[in-house]
């Protein structure tokens, strides 16, 4: 049978059949205001955990693990050739004081949000060839996710992209990653707050006739198509810790040895956390049989759901600035999945999941510490997650489990807050420098949804023509 997908507002008693999978990634938000989430996932086959003492690479064990969740979903040409297609890069595991980094920033765009944009980006691409059609996506951004939508569907046939941004409110790498892509890609740059771009995007999407003849259809990450993806790196890395040990067990073939000491050990996962879409997707992987011994949601300064966990009171607010921006979210759209997950119960959610809000000074500390005591440079993101894992004292191999801490940016993309806590200014990847070395476009917009409509409309026409 295959995986049926379900809102999260759909009561399983009236006659809500569910969708099937590729359907959920392309309409993006359920028509009822709810999230989709799949049902009856099947549990992974031991043979993914069994990796003969090589850790797996990335696209091939993606490949393996789709086929198993959702075999009658394949998209045309199969779920291996979408995952060559999709995933060039892979994440990284490396050491970090008492945790293992499982790094996450190898893709275009040196954020995880590649790993989503890209995976969505190839299946309604493969699904548009078959199925005949075009796609205009189109959404806002104040600042990561953006970049990472506009470089996963560049060069698409059948998608066109639209990205909106707040006019001197992304930093100036943000707008070279948007601004300098071109072809199927436009940046427009709105005179305005991201408000108004979030706004405008909506009111795009309520004129039916407009959203109708331009097949408007949007990319953030409440679609699925961004969710499932992810679970592919957690289940990576449970399969490459059991590679390790497999490893070390047949080179040294003593029990005792350090990596030895974690044979049988299952990862702790500690999540720096804003929309709270990584941690649903770790969730998911553990739901289909991914061995973990827990989840850390690790959160700046809004820390919604660190409070939930501890008194079951969900109190949804303004967000609070800070320097791991990424996480900036006061009302986390993915909650309503994990409450969904765990049956709307706290405390059966807090036996999985536990929450660790710090604050801005523990944050640059830790930025700082890492950099001293270990030679690392880190993002403020993942600073956070070191830092919560550290004061809730995961890590060393312990009770069987090992301490994983997700890594979800490049230093080099924060490299202000960076260089400010350690004196040492990070590298900046070549693929980012070639953007700030490029000349951008941007199409100047009024904070004005008449006027977005005309534009979109004549460039409609005209991208019909091309
Ligand atoms: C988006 C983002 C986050 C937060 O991820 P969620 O899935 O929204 O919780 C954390 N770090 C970085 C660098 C990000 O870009």
């Known amino acids: 049978m295959p995986v049926t997908i379900r809102s999260t507002r759909a009561h399983t008693d009236n006659a809500d059949t569910g969708i099937r999978l590729l359907e959920a990634f392309f309409r993006g938000a359920a028509p009822d205001g709810g999230l989709y989430l799949p049902e009856n996932l099947p549990r992974l086959s031991d043979e993914v955990w069994d990796s003969r003492g090589v850790r797996p690479d990335f696209a091939r064990l993606a490949g393996n693990v789709l086929e198993q969740l959702f075999p009658e979903d394949a998209p045309t040409g199969g779920w ?14 490396r050491p970090a004081g008492r945790h293992l980094l499982l790094e996450l920033y ?3 765009t040196c954020a995880f949000k590649d790993f989503g944009a890209r995976f969505l980006a190839q299946v309604l691409e493969s699904e548009l060839e078959r199925r005949g059609g075009s796609l205009t996506i189109l959404t806002a951004t104040s600042g990561d996710t953006g970049s990472a939508v506009g470089s996963a569907f560049h060069g698409l046939r059948n998608i066109d992209v639209v990205i909106l941004y707040p006019k001197g409110r992304i930093s100036k790498l943000q707008q070279k990653q948007l601004t300098t892509l071109g072809g199927n890609v436009s940046a427009v740059e709105v005179d305005g707050a991201f408000d108004d771009c979030q706004s405008m995007v ?6 039916t006739q407009l959203s109708a003849e331009l097949r408007l259809s949007s990319a953030n990450s409440i679609n699925l198509g961004r969710l499932i993806p992810q679970s592919l790196y957690y289940i990576w890395a449970a399969a490459a810790l059991r590679a390790d040990v497999q490893a070390s067990a047949a080179t040294t073939g003593v029990e005792g040895s350090r990596r030895a000491d974690y044979v049988g050990a299952v990862p702790y996962f500690t999540v720096p956390s804003g929309n709270f879409g990584n941690l649903t997707a770790g969730v998911l992987a553990f739901q289909s049989g991914m061995p973990a011994s827990g989840f850390l949601a690790a959160t700046n300064l809004n820390d919604v759901v660190p409070h939930y966990l501890r008194t079951g009171h969900y109190a949804p607010r303004e967000s609070t600035a800070t320097i791991s921006n990424a996480m900036d979210v006061g009302t986390p759209s993915n909650f309503e999945r994990l ?61 069987g489990s090992v301490s994983v801490v997700l890594a979800t940016a490049h230093p080099g993309k924060f490299s202000d807050v960076v260089e400010e806590a350690t004196g040492r200014q990070p590298d900046i990847p070549e693929r980012l420098q070639e953007a700030l070395d490029k000349p951008g476009h941007a199409v100047p917009m009024p904070a004005d949804s008449r006027k977005l409509r005309e534009w979109l409309a004549t460039a409609g026409e005209s991208r019909a023509g091309r």
């Open 80 to 93: 291996h050739s979408l995952a060559q297609r999709a995933f060039p890069f892979g994440p990284v595991l």
């Open 339 to 399: 409450h969904a997950m765990f049956s709307g119960d706290y405390r059966r959610m807090g036996a999985l999941i536990r929450g660790e809000a710090i604050d801005e000074d523990t944050t640059r500390l830790n930025i700082k510490r890492y950099y001293e005591e270990y030679g690392l440079l880190v993002c403020p993101h993942t600073a956070v997650g070191l830092a919560a894992a550290d004061r809730l004292g995961t890590g060393e191999y312990d009770g």
């Open 106 to 108: 190898h893709g275009p």
């Open 202 to 207: 909506k009111d795009m999407f309520a004129d």
